[in-house]
């Protein structure tokens, strides 16, 4: 979902708004929210998505020294409720849902992911929606790749599992998907022992491959 | 041990000797080493620490667009072979030593920690020193903090765990450990849902506390 099929663009807009430095800002707000998902699943404790990206909020409030009002916090958190589609994963999707089925399977909380698949207009195109939620464990952990074939009712090896994120696509991979690494920018691979069947630029350029070029 | 008895200076000089950035190289590098811990843990799987510090830095160099030699490598990775105590440390540990058993619990690999902790000129403090190793996995796993009521034949309640590490100090707290947070610059506590017991500034005034006020 964030990052892959829907950008944050309104996250960036809503630090833009209020924070001294909105770029190291944003960027220290995504990164804690991201470690704190690590860390709880470490330590086995498990608060939601939402939960988690507002505990990290506060991190970054403290952290940069900012002060805001209730106000301005809520803003800051309901812009992740305002992601919108990348161009190419609307027009990839379109052709690949003709071919597959396709579902979303996310960090996000299902009322996150519910309202932002409708805002981002997104919604028609999945059949399925799968939060992390259902086992209370966050990404990378297997148990939530798991859910995937579990509610899907589709064998791990038929699956072909689609991120931005460097380290999805390396957890993914070692849970046993097919992978394929979106790249729309220079990011560098977590060397960590797998590497993506696929790198693709964009969902369009994913869209013209093969089921066979897929799949094997 | 790393952050908390000895500091790093050894791998910041190296940085600034071969990188373009230092600051960012360096923090970017220990940031990943620290991400990748947290990823393979959650991955089920494990590489020791000395190898998810070269993958990180693999990463850092990747990322930096910097172009290492072998030797320059070599030399980087080697820095964490030289860790440096903390004064603070030095003298509070001292004072501690009198009075309690002492024992390191570390992500280092053994080499790493005996190696460190004999060129920190540290090793005639502790009693015990355990690695993550004996369970292939990484703080802040419940299985790691385990270790400690497991192999110093204590229990929990009676273990005073000492961290500089925001995050390690909330997972030994969230398994059972009263907990100590020396917080030698403004650092902001992850809000994870624990808050120490104590936070002091250094192991003197940690030194400076009674066993009373201690594990109360």
């Known amino acids: 979902m964030y990052g892959t099929v829907a950008n944050l663009d309104a996250v960036t807009r809503a630090c833009a708004e209020f924070a001294e430095d909105p770029a190291e800002f944003g960027s220290l707000w995504r990164s804690k929210q991201l470690e704190y998902t690590f860390l709880l699943s470490l330590m086995d404790d498990y608060v939601d998505f939402w939960e988690a990206t507002l505990m990290a909020l506060e991190f970054a409030i403290d952290a940069a020294g900012e002060k805001f009002t ?127 069947d696929h790198i693709v630029s964009s969902f369009e350029e994913l869209a013209s491959l093969t089921f066979e070029d897929l799949m094997r």
């Open 70 to 196: 209730k106000g301005q916090k809520d803003l800051l958190m309901n812009s992740w409720l305002r992601p919108e589609a990348y161009e190419d994963a609307y027009e990839g999707l379109q052709k690949l849902k003709r071919h597959f089925p396709l579902a979303i399977l996310s960090n996000g909380s299902p009322k996150m992911l519910r309202e932002g698949l409708k805002f981002a207009a997104l919604d028609g195109f999945f059949d399925k929606i799968l939060s992390v939620e259902k086992v209370r464990v966050f990404k990378p952990s297997p148990k939530v790749y798991e859910l995937a074939p579990t509610e899907l009712k589709v064998s791990k090896e038929k699956i072909l599992f689609v991120s931005s994120n460097s380290f999805d696509v390396v957890g993914a991979r070692k849970y046993g998907f097919h992978t394929c690494w979106i790249r729309r920018t220079e990011q560098v691979l977590d060397p960590l022992g797998e590497v993506p």
